[in-house]
Every structure is written in C-alpha cells, then in structure tokens.
C-alpha cells in the first residue's frame, strides 16, 4: 500500500496555525520526496494542489488520522500483555504443520533467526525474522473463503506498510512439498529487502503569510531568505535583516530563526528526502538547484515551462540553496503562472506529483 499517508508531524505558528507535514513512513526507503507549497503567503497555489492530490489519494489535509486499510469493527482490543500470552498459548498448541515448518526454520538452521507466533502490533504473525523483515504464514483451507480472504488481505497490507515481505503457504504444501517450502523460503532470505518510496507533504509553510495576507509570515521575515546558508544575510554585498524595507530582503534576525524554517530543517534532518519540489509564483519557470537538471527537464516537458539554473536575482538564505547547493538533494523550486485560474495547474501538476512520487 502506497498512499497509507497520516500527519508525521506538527508546529504551531506565531498566529496559533498548524503546519503539517503529511506522508507515510516507510521502512527500507529507497527514496523519500517532499512536496512545499506555500513559502509566501501571496501564493497560494502549492497548498490548493497539494491538497487536491491529497483528496485525489484518499485523504482530506485536515484529518490527522492515517488512510487505513483496517475496517472499522476490526478488533484492537487486546493490550500488549494479552497478546503475549495469546502467543503463548500458540506456541504451546501449535499444528501439525506449524510444528515441521518449525523445524527447519528454528536455531538458525536457515542462516538467520525466525520466532514463531510473534506479537507485531495488533497481530501475531505465524513466523516472523526481524533481520530479514520477513512474515510467513501458514493457511489452511478456511483461509480460501471469502471472509478469511478479506482479512488476511487487511493483515498482509498491515504487515507490508511496516516493512515486512508477507509468504503465505499452504497447510498441505508442507506436507507434500516442504522441501519446494524451504527453497522458497531461502530464495526470500536471500533477496534485498523491500524497497518503498516515501511520501511526504507540507502543504503550507506559511499558513501565517496566507491569513495576513503577505509574503512574509507574522514576524515580517521571508522564509525563502531565513534559511542559515554561508550566504544568509548578504544582499549584494551588504548585510539586511528582516526589517530591510530598502533591500526587500527580509531574511529574519539569524539563519533558521523562524518557526517555519526550523520545521522544514527538522524534516529534512528527520526523513532525508532525496528530491524537493516546492511551489511557488508567478514566473513560469522550472528553477533548479543541486543535481536536479534532468529532473527539472522531465518536469518542464510536462509544464511547458523554460528550464532555468538561476531565478535572476540574488537570493540569499534561500531554501534552493541550502538544500540543492549545499546538501546536494535535487531541488526544483516550480514557479507558477498566477494568471490563470489554479483548477487549470490540477492536470500538470498531478502529472509532475506522480512522475516524482
């Protein structure tokens, strides 16, 4: 399941408004990507399409609750101790077929430890190797009913959004087959573990920009000049703090000093997503920093929008520079055409979140 996305994380604002960011959380990530919208509060367009594509994936932006595979009624009511006492008791009246899988499969006869009837969150999984991320499950014939088919359907996604590969066999391929068993349990030791894209969305950096009504957020600073780059600070040569009104630079009191910057920081300490999209306006170009130029050409063939390594103007502090120049992560920052209605950007920019997540 790709699109298990929650809200990972919160900061309140000045103003008392909330970012959030929104994604999964996958184990073994081959990559993570992140997706910004509204750096300045008189650009509204990332958060609107952003949240569309939410809507799109099955979650609304203002839950806090993780899209589920779970239905409702799906019984949680066991607390930590009952279900290690229910594993117990499996161990303790293991079936035929549990007992000559087991076998084979305890001390390490395999080349890596498995335990058997092992409590994982809500569920107790038949056999489970933590080292390997792997999950087997031993079915009998009931489990070809419609019903039990549902359930371990739900069981198997719950398992695969942690990380886990899920081998389900059949009671009687143990008994006719168990050496087919065992190869194909070995050919699952042996191969990398899973790995998932991660998702992660902020659909508005800057809620306290778009509520005032201004570029800047409550504090009066840009955040696109507050990040603490080698550059922060230096407006063609002359230092200009948030409160520059000559300069038009704003770039706050010191580098990361704001609410919003630290949060964005945090993210990417925390997740280390390896491609950057944020959305801003008005100039209709696809602007990159760091390793991002085949990228950004994928993205202006969709767009129709000019490739451009530079935006034109000194930007000091600014995000593209802290992520893309100096940490190396693909940046693209997608400036927008403001002059058409935003519903006409929906098809493009579902196109682009697709092609980058």
Not at 40 to 69: A, N, R, W
Not at 198 to 215: E, T
Not at 275 to 294: F, M, Q, S, W
Request: a negative charge; one cysteine or more.
């Amino acid at each position: 399941m790709d699109n298990d996305f929650r809200v990972l994380k919160t900061a309140k604002t000045k103003l008392g408004n909330e970012i959030k960011l929104i994604g999964n959380n996958p184990s073994n990530t081959a990559e993570t990507s992140l997706i910004i919208g509204v750096f300045h509060g008189d650009e509204p367009q990332g958060k609107f399409l952003i949240e569309e594509y939410l809507k799109k994936c099955g979650m609304h932006p203002t839950s806090k609750s993780k899209i589920s595979v779970l239905p409702q009624g799906e019984d949680m009511s066991c607390n930590k101790k009952q279900l290690i006492q229910l594993g117990k008791n499996l161990r303790n009246n293991s079936t035929k077929e549990e007992i000559i899988l087991w076998q084979y499969l305890k001390q390490k006869q395999l080349g890596v430890k498995f335990r058997r009837q092992q409590p994982i969150d809500r569920y107790i999984a038949d056999f489970v190797c933590f080292q390997k991320k792997i999950i087997i499950e031993l079915d009998s014939g009931q489990h070809n009913e419609d019903e039990n088919i549902k359930k371990d359907k739900i069981r198997d996604c719950f398992f695969e959004q942690n990380g886990y590969r899920v081998i389900r066999i059949w009671n009687n391929e143990i008994n006719q087959n168990i050496e087919g068993v065992i190869n194909k349990i070995i050919t699952e030791i042996e191969c990398p573990p899973i790995a998932r894209w991660g998702r992660l969305f902020i659909p508005c950096l800057n809620p306290d920009g778009m509520q005032l009504g201004q570029r800047t957020n409550a504090n009066g600073v840009d955040l696109n000049r507050n990040f603490p780059t080698k550059n922060w600070g230096k407006n063609q040569g002359d230092n200009a703090t948030c409160d520059d009104s000559n300069s038009a630079y704003y770039g706050g009191i010191s580098g990361g000093s704001e609410i919003e910057t630290q949060f964005l920081i945090d993210t990417i300490n925390e997740f280390k997503p390896n491609k950057i999209l944020t959305l801003h306006a008005p100039y209709k170009v696809v602007n990159y920093d760091g390793p991002a130029k085949e990228w950004a050409e994928q993205i202006s063939k969709i767009i129709n929008y000019p490739v451009e390594a530079s935006i034109g103007y000194p930007t000091p502090g600014s995000f593209g520079t802290y992520a893309g120049v100096e940490r190396q992560i693909q940046t693209i920052t997608l400036e927008l055409d403001e002059e058409i209605p935003v519903e006409q950007l929906v098809q493009p920019a579902f196109e682009i979140f697709d092609k980058l997540l």
